[in-house]
């Protein structure tokens, strides 16, 4: 039986769902279920959250910066009413940017509003790798890059797997099937990310 896959969609002017890249990323490890706000809780083998919108600094208690850019009712909508239902049920979850950082909110750490001089891929070629992560007995590799927030105070209840020279760029739980990466698997297809999506289903790795 193929493995049942949720991905978050969101609200992109007046279309409702998921990107093509994110669409492909997870079709390779099961059949695809888009999910909103009003979905109910599914039997999951995986939930895929996706980068997207800054996340209310109110959510972490920390004060509204300067350089806070406009939220996604529909992710947070999401994030708060849902992820903490699947999170209790132990579905086990892949967190993509945005995905990440909010992760580390939920369970108790926080986030750097702006980072400055972060290496960026461009928009126009978004499969750019343009700086390296690296972690204790895994080899350095490049990735892609697009975010402007990053994960600041990391919860105790994650270890850190991967850094780059600035940021937090791999967080895993140390009990739940919870990973997280920073940087965007769904354009990269990285052999990281897909290792780690196929522990999270008891898959093993060819």
């Given at each position: 039986?193929?493995?049942?896959?949720?991905?978050?969609?969101?609200?992109?002017?007046?279309?409702?769902?998921?990107g093509v890249k994110y669409m492909q990323f997870a079709s390779q490890f099961g059949?695809?279920?888009?999910?909103?706000?009003?979905?109910?809780?599914?039997?999951?083998?995986?939930?895929?959250?996706?980068?997207?919108?800054?996340?209310?600094?109110?959510?972490?208690?920390?004060?509204?910066?300067?350089?806070?850019?406009?939220?996604?009712?529909?992710?947070?909508?999401?994030?708060?009413?849902?992820?903490?239902?699947?999170?209790?049920?132990?579905?086990?979850?892949?967190?993509?940017?945005?995905?990440?950082?909010?992760?580390?909110?939920?369970?108790?750490?926080?986030?750097?509003?702006?980072?400055?001089?972060?290496?960026?891929?461009?928009?126009?070629?978004?499969?750019?790798?343009?700086?390296?992560?690296?972690?204790?007995?895994?080899?350095?590799?490049?990735?892609?890059?697009?975010?402007?927030?990053?994960?600041?105070?990391?919860?105790?209840?994650?270890?850190?797997?991967?850094?780059?020279?600035?940021?937090?760029?791999?967080?895993?739980?140390?009990?739940l099937p919870i990973s997280c990466v920073q940087w965007h698997p769904e354009e990269?297809n990285d052999k990281y990310s897909i290792g780690e999506v196929n522990r999270l289903?008891?898959?093993?790795?060819?």
């Amino acid at each position: 039986m193929r493995k049942q896959i949720g991905i978050v969609g969101n609200l992109s002017g007046d279309v409702f769902g998921v990107g093509v890249k994110y669409m492909q990323f997870a079709s390779q490890f099961g059949d695809v279920h888009i999910l909103t706000q009003d979905s109910p809780i599914m039997d999951l083998d995986l939930l895929i959250l996706k980068g997207g919108a800054d996340i209310p600094p109110s959510s972490y208690g920390g004060l509204l910066g300067y350089l806070i850019y406009r939220g996604d009712p529909s992710l947070e909508s999401f994030d708060e009413e849902k992820l903490p239902q699947y999170i209790k049920q132990g579905t086990p979850i892949f967190g993509i940017c945005r995905g990440m950082q909010y992760i580390n909110v939920l369970f108790g750490g926080d986030l750097k509003q702006h980072i400055w001089l972060h290496p960026t891929s461009s928009q126009d070629h978004r499969d750019d790798l343009v700086h390296s992560v690296y972690g204790d007995n895994i080899l350095s590799f490049k990735v892609n890059s697009f975010h402007h927030q990053a994960v600041g105070r990391v919860d105790k209840s994650f270890n850190i797997i991967l850094r780059s020279s600035d940021c937090v760029e791999a967080i895993r739980h140390k009990t739940l099937p919870i990973s997280c990466v920073q940087w965007h698997p769904e354009e990269i297809n990285d052999k990281y990310s897909i290792g780690e999506v196929n522990r999270l289903l008891g898959v093993d790795n060819l």
